[in-house]
C-alpha cells in the first residue's frame, strides 16, 4: 500500500491520475470510510485551507475515516513510509494551517462523528456524554439538550470539533468557574502516533491522557471524548455594560470572576471597542437589541477613543418568575461601577445564546467577509501586565480596531489542570486577548501582510518588555521559538512526542517537530 502511496506522490506532481487508482488505495487501506485524492476539489479546496486564509498546501489525499480503527490505519500505513505524516482536520477553524499537511494524509474528523455513537451516561453520580473527537460542539450541545442536559464549558463559537478544541483548550465566558474544555473531560479514546488505540483518563494511561489534552495534536488523534454535564437552564439573561475606564472594567471583572458559585454570573466576558460609530468595531456592536440605541450622551466627557464592554449571563429555568431573575441580576449588578444608562439586556434561550456567533457567522457570510482572511492573535497576558498592554496595544497600536472583535476577559490558573499540556502564564489572573480580525472580501495581499506584521510588532513589544504572557493557538516556525513557548515544560513535551509518536508522523502544520524517516 505505502508503494502505492509513494507512486501517488509522483503521479500526483504530474496531475494525472487514473480513476482505478483511487479505488486501489482505498482497497489497499480497507476503509470503511472513503478517500479524495490531491487533485479533487475536496482535498485542495477543504483539506488544503484553513478559515485563517493565510496559507494553502497541497495534501496527497483527504482521508474520510469513519472509525477508530480506520484512524489506526491510516497511522500505521503512514509509520511503514519513510515520509508520510498525517494531520486530523477537525473543522479546520485554525488560523496557520495547523491542521494541515503538506504533502501528506489529512483525515476528516467530521465523518467520524456519527450519531449513534453519542451516548449520556451517568457515572458514580455524575452525568457525561461519550462524544466522537470529530464531533461539532453545536451538535454535541443539541443532543444534550434532547436530555435536559448541557456541558460546563464552552468556546464562544460552536462549529468547532470537540478534538480540535481539546487539542487547544476551549475557552469561553464558563471557563473562571469551570476551567477551560480540557478540564471538563474525563476519559478519552486516543489512536497514538504509533497506531495504537488507546483510552486514558486520570486512572489509565494517565501520560497520554494529559499530553492529549492541550497537546496541539503532536501525540495521538481523539477519537471519544466523555465530557462531563450539568442540568441545562432554559433561559439566559443576557448582559453588556460599557466602562470608559479599563481600571473600572477590569477591577469589575476580576471582582466577578473570582466570586464563589451562587454569587456571581454564569458567564463573563469582556470586548474592546472603538469610541466611534464604525458598525464592525464602535459602539453599534454593544446593543444586544435594536431597541436598546447605544446613547452616546451617556459617556463621560472625559472619554478616549477607546471603550470597554463586560459581557454577561445568568441562567435560569423558564419556571422563574420574572420577579426573581430581575433581583437576583440587579444584585450583582449593584456591585458594578459601569456607566449609569449604558446597560443592555436581552432574554434568549440557553440555546440561542450558546449559538449567538452563528448568526455573526450568517450575517459576515452574506458580506463576503467570513470566507476572506483572518489573521488572529489570541494571547493570555497576566494581570500584571494588562494595564500596560491596555496603554500600549489597545490605546496605541490598535486604536483604529481590527476589522472585528477585541476580546479580553480574565481567567483563573488554578481552574486549569496543570498535568495538561497547555501552557500559561505564572500569575492566578490572567487575561485571554482575542484580536478577531477580518479583511474585506478579496483583499490586497499587502493588507493581510500589515496584519501579520501588526501581529507581530503586538508579540514582540510583549517580550521586549518581559511581559508574563503566552500565545493561545500559538503559531511559531523555530523549535528556538516552542522552546521558549514551552519553558519548563518543554522537556516534558518531548519525551510525551518520543513516548507516543516517536517519527513524528502527527500534525505537520504545527510545524515544532520534523517527520523522523
Ligand atoms: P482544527 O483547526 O481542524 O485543528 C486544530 C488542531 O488540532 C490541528 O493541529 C489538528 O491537527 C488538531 N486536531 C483536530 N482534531 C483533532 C483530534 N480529533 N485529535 C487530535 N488532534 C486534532 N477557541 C476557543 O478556545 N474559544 C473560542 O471562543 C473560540 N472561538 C472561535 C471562533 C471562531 C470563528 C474560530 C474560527 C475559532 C475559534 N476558536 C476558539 C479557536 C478554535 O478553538 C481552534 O481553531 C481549534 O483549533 C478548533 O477548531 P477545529 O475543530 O476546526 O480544529
Same mark, same amino acid.
Given at each position: 500500500?505505502?508503494?502505492?502511496?509513494?507512486?501517488?506522490?509522483?503521479?500526483?506532481?504530474?496531475? %494525472? =491520475?487514473?480513476?482505478?487508482?483511487?479505488?486501489?488505495?482505498?482497497?489497499?487501506?480497507?476503509?470503511?470510510?472513503?478517500?479524495?485524492?490531491?487533485?479533487?476539489?475536496?482535498?485542495? !479546496?477543504?483539506?488544503?485551507?484553513?478559515?485563517?486564509?493565510?496559507?494553502?498546501?497541497?495534501?496527497?489525499?483527504?482521508?474520510?475515516?469513519?472509525?477508530?480503527?480506520?484512524?489506526?490505519?491510516?497511522?500505521? @500505513?503512514?509509520?511503514?513510509?519513510?515520509?508520510?505524516?498525517? /494531520?486530523? =482536520?477537525?473543522?479546520?477553524?485554525?488560523?496557520?494551517?495547523?491542521?494541515?499537511?503538506?504533502?501528506?494524509?489529512?483525515?476528516?474528523?467530521?465523518?467520524?462523528?456519527?450519531?449513534?455513537?453519542?451516548?449520556?451516561?451517568?457515572? #458514580?453520580?455524575?452525568?457525561?456524554?461519550?462524544?466522537?473527537?470529530?464531533?461539532?460542539?453545536?451538535?454535541?450541545?443539541?443532543?444534550?439538550?434532547?436530555?435536559?442536559?448541557?456541558?460546563?464549558?464552552?468556546?464562544?463559537?460552536?462549529?468547532?470539533?470537540?478534538?480540535?478544541?481539546? +487539542?487547544? /483548550?476551549?475557552?469561553?465566558?464558563?471557563?473562571?468557574?469551570?476551567?477551560?474544555?480540557?478540564?471538563?473531560?474525563?476519559?478519552?479514546?486516543?489512536?497514538?502516533?504509533?497506531?495504537?488505540?488507546?483510552?486514558?483518563?486520570?486512572?489509565?494511561?494517565?501520560?497520554?491522557?494529559?499530553?492529549?489534552?492541550?497537546?496541539?495534536?503532536?501525540?495521538?488523534?481523539?477519537?471519544?471524548? =466523555?465530557?462531563?454535564?450539568?442540568?441545562?437552564?432554559?433561559?439566559?439573561?443576557?448582559?453588556?455594560?460599557?466602562?470608559?475606564?479599563?481600571?473600572?472594567?477590569?477591577?469589575?471583572?476580576?471582582?466577578?470572576?473570582?466570586?464563589?458559585?451562587?454569587?456571581?454570573?454564569?458567564?463573563?466576558?469582556?470586548?474592546?471597542? %472603538?469610541?466611534?460609530?464604525?458598525?464592525?468595531?464602535?459602539?453599534?456592536?454593544?446593543?444586544?437589541?435594536? !431597541?436598546?440605541?447605544?446613547?452616546?450622551?451617556?459617556?463621560?466627557?472625559?472619554?478616549?477613543?477607546?471603550?470597554?464592554?463586560?459581557?454577561? @449571563?445568568?441562567?435560569?429555568?423558564?419556571?422563574?418568575?420574572?420577579?426573581?431573575?430581575?433581583?437576583?441580576?440587579?444584585?450583582?449588578?449593584?456591585?458594578?461601577?459601569?456607566?449609569?444608562?449604558?446597560?443592555?439586556?436581552? !432574554?434568549?434561550?440557553?440555546?440561542?445564546?450558546?449559538?449567538?456567533?452563528?448568526?455573526?457567522?450568517?450575517?459576515?457570510?452574506?458580506?463576503?467577509?467570513? !470566507?476572506?482572511?483572518?489573521?488572529?492573535?489570541?494571547?493570555?497576558?497576566?494581570?500584571? #501586565?494588562?494595564?500596560?498592554?491596555?496603554?500600549?496595544?489597545? &490605546?496605541?497600536?490598535? &486604536?483604529?480596531?481590527?476589522?472585528?472583535?477585541?476580546?479580553?476577559?480574565?481567567?483563573?490558573?488554578? &481552574?486549569?489542570?496543570?498535568?495538561?499540556?497547555?501552557?500559561?502564564?505564572?500569575?492566578?489572573?490572567?487575561?485571554?486577548?482575542?484580536?478577531?480580525?477580518?479583511?474585506?472580501?478579496?483583499?490586497?495581499?499587502?493588507?493581510?501582510?500589515?496584519?501579520?506584521?501588526?501581529?507581530?510588532?503586538?508579540?514582540?513589544?510583549? +517580550?521586549?518588555?518581559?511581559?508574563?504572557?503566552?500565545?493561545?493557538?500559538?503559531?511559531?516556525?523555530?523549535?528556538?521559538?516552542?522552546?521558549?513557548?514551552?519553558?519548563?515544560?518543554?522537556?516534558?513535551?518531548?519525551?510525551?512526542?518520543? #513516548?507516543?509518536?516517536?517519527?513524528?508522523?502527527?500534525?505537520?502544520?504545527?510545524?515544532?517537530?520534523?517527520?523522523?524517516?
Amino acid at each position: 500500500m505505502i508503494a502505492y502511496l509513494e507512486r501517488f506522490v509522483h503521479e500526483n506532481d504530474a496531475e %494525472s =491520475r487514473p480513476d482505478d487508482d483511487v479505488s486501489s488505495i482505498c482497497n489497499a487501506l480497507d476503509l470503511q470510510g472513503s478517500i479524495d485524492y490531491g487533485s479533487s476539489a475536496a482535498a485542495a !479546496d477543504v483539506a488544503g485551507r484553513d478559515f485563517g486564509g493565510i496559507y494553502s498546501v497541497k495534501p496527497l489525499a483527504f482521508v474520510r475515516a469513519s472509525s477508530a480503527d480506520d484512524v489506526a490505519k491510516v497511522l500505521k @500505513a503512514a509509520a511503514r513510509s519513510p515520509n508520510l505524516t498525517v /494531520a486530523a =482536520r477537525g473543522n479546520g477553524h485554525s488560523i496557520n494551517g495547523q491542521a494541515m499537511a503538506d504533502r501528506g494524509l489529512v483525515l476528516d474528523m467530521r465523518s467520524l462523528d456519527h450519531e449513534d455513537r453519542f451516548q449520556v451516561a451517568r457515572i #458514580n453520580g455524575s452525568d457525561y456524554a461519550d462524544v466522537s473527537g470529530g464531533a461539532l460542539w453545536e451538535d454535541v450541545l443539541k443532543r444534550c439538550l434532547d436530555f435536559g442536559l448541557s456541558p460546563r464549558s464552552w468556546t464562544d463559537y460552536l462549529s468547532l470539533t470537540v478534538g480540535g478544541t481539546l +487539542s487547544n /483548550a476551549g475557552v469561553s465566558g464558563q471557563a473562571f468557574r469551570y476551567g477551560p474544555q480540557t478540564s471538563n473531560v474525563t476519559e478519552l479514546e486516543v489512536v497514538t502516533g504509533k497506531g495504537e488505540t488507546l483510552v486514558c483518563s486520570e486512572a489509565e494511561n494517565p501520560d497520554l491522557f494529559y499530553s492529549v489534552l492541550g497537546g496541539l495534536g503532536q501525540f495521538g488523534i481523539i477519537t471519544r471524548a =466523555r465530557i462531563l454535564l450539568q442540568p441545562a437552564p432554559d433561559m439566559v439573561r443576557w448582559i453588556r455594560v460599557v466602562y470608559a475606564e479599563f481600571e473600572d472594567f477590569t477591577r469589575d471583572a476580576e471582582y466577578l470572576v473570582t466570586r464563589p458559585e451562587g454569587e456571581s454570573f454564569d458567564y463573563v466576558e469582556g470586548f474592546v471597542f %472603538s469610541n466611534n460609530d464604525n458598525p464592525l468595531t464602535g459602539r453599534p456592536t454593544v446593543p444586544l437589541s435594536p !431597541d436598546q440605541p447605544f446613547d452616546r450622551r451617556r459617556l463621560p466627557s472625559k472619554s478616549g477613543s477607546v471603550l470597554y464592554c463586560l459581557e454577561l @449571563a445568568l441562567h435560569y429555568r423558564s419556571t422563574d418568575r420574572p420577579s426573581t431573575v430581575d433581583t437576583a441580576v440587579n444584585k450583582l449588578m449593584g456591585r458594578l461601577g459601569f456607566v449609569e444608562g449604558l446597560r443592555f439586556q436581552v !432574554d434568549v434561550s440557553y440555546m440561542e445564546f450558546l449559538l449567538r456567533v452563528k448568526r455573526a457567522e450568517e450575517e459576515a457570510k452574506a458580506n463576503g467577509i467570513w !470566507d476572506s482572511p483572518h489573521p488572529w492573535l489570541n494571547m493570555f497576558v497576566s494581570k500584571s #501586565n494588562v494595564y500596560q498592554f491596555d496603554q500600549v496595544v489597545f &490605546k496605541n497600536i490598535l &486604536k483604529d480596531g481590527v476589522g472585528g472583535p477585541m476580546l479580553i476577559y480574565p481567567l483563573l490558573r488554578s &481552574k486549569w489542570d496543570s498535568r495538561t499540556s497547555v501552557v500559561l502564564p505564572e500569575g492566578e489572573i490572567f487575561y485571554l486577548v482575542a484580536l478577531l480580525r477580518f479583511t474585506p472580501p478579496q483583499p490586497k495581499g499587502s493588507l493581510v501582510e500589515k496584519m501579520v506584521a501588526q501581529n507581530r510588532e503586538i508579540v514582540q513589544y510583549c +517580550s521586549s518588555n518581559g511581559f508574563d504572557f503566552k500565545l493561545y493557538l500559538p503559531h511559531y516556525r523555530s523549535e528556538e521559538e516552542w522552546k521558549r513557548h514551552f519553558g519548563n515544560q518543554w522537556t516534558r513535551f518531548v519525551q510525551s512526542k518520543a #513516548n507516543f509518536d516517536p517519527m513524528a508522523i502527527l500534525a505537520p502544520g504545527q510545524k515544532i517537530f520534523s517527520r523522523i524517516p
